[in-house]
């Protein structure tokens, strides 16, 4: 079975978590200031002169000490000119990042605001407006990981320019484990795996659970998940525990559930035999699976509403 993966989407978004903890083999973050991950993948509107207009930014730190947000967005080597559009409007409208209860503890008369891009790739020739800051992941397999904010696209907020550039220790992996899956298909195997281990241990501790605590404990940062993308991924969880268990995990869960691990030496034998399938039920339930890319709808389960969120499995 091939290494887990993920898409560069959600490497950006484990690098910028990362940046709010206080990474050792980081030279700073963001966190040394203060910052805080806010949201992940929400969205909050704005209206003006213009009408109403959606946005919906990947990543939200704020600095509750400073009153400061960077509302980011994680970019592949392409922009939309009128995503950017959307953004800049944000600068006349701070205050509805608190009015819309996207984020608290600052005052909506005390907010300030910086638009981010972050990508793998180069941006700075993709004429960004002065007014967005860029952030450039540039991962070299030799000097490790800089990340960096270029000119003229720097911020504005003195204290976080003044923390640029950081550098990552050399041979050191990106970090995977606060968001380790999202709905990409390069996601895929990492999201099977991890729903696999919770599943075991959620058995294990108590019986019963739902797809929302399966969720809860393969994903850290799971509360801070917008509604509309914890939706997805809750449908893609009942469909993956669905064929886990349909390629004979069930057995196994109904031996181990409850235990607590008290009685390890009658289900000893039961977690070996899991861990050595567990490549076939990752391999099984990946063959069985749709392309992530595909609508929502192909990865509903079969099972019916018996087995939704709000109902223990």
């Known amino acids: 079975m091939a290494s887990l993966d993920r898409s560069p989407h959600t490497h950006q978004i484990n690098l910028w978590i990362a940046l709010t903890q206080f990474e050792p083999t980081f030279t700073a973050t963001l966190g040394e200031l203060g910052y805080e991950c806010d949201v992940i993948e929400d969205q909050f509107y704005i209206t003006d002169a213009d009408g109403a207009q959606i946005i919906h930014p990947d990543v939200i730190l704020t600095n509750i000490n400073t009153d400061h947000s960077l509302v980011i967005d994680c970019k592949s080597s392409s922009l939309d000119r009128e995503q950017l559009i959307r953004y800049l409007a944000l600068n006349d409208h701070e205050e509805q990042l608190v009015v819309q209860d996207v984020i608290d503890g600052i005052s909506a008369g005390e907010i300030s605001t910086e638009v981010t891009l972050s990508s ?131 057995e196994y869960v109904e031996k181990i559930a409850g235990t607590s691990g008290q009685e390890w030496g009658q289900i000893s034998a039961t977690m070996q035999a899991i861990q050595a399938r567990t490549d076939y039920y990752v391999d099984r339930a990946l063959d069985r699976l749709p392309q992530s890319r595909l609508d929502s709808d192909a990865w509903q389960s079969s099972t019916g509403s018996e087995d939704d969120e709000e109902n223990p499995v």
């Open 120 to 250: 793998f790739d180069d941006l700075t020739d993709q004429g960004v407006p002065t007014d967005i800051a860029v952030v450039h992941f540039d991962q070299d397999p030799y000097s490790g990981l800089a990340i960096w904010n270029p000119e003229p696209q720097e911020f504005s907020h003195p204290p976080t320019a003044d923390l640029f550039p950081i550098n990552v220790e050399p041979g050191e992996p990106l970090p995977t484990g606060y968001y380790p899956f999202d709905i990409y298909e390069a996601d895929k195997e990492a999201m099977v795996s991890s729903i696999l281990n919770s599943i075991i241990s959620l058995a294990m501790k108590q019986g019963e659970y739902s797809f929302e605590e399966i969720l809860d404990q393969a994903h850290p940062y799971w509360d801070k998940i917008g509604s509309d993308k914890q939706a997805e991924l809750l449908e893609r969880t009942e469909r993956i525990h669905a064929e886990l268990l349909d390629a004979g995990l069930d």
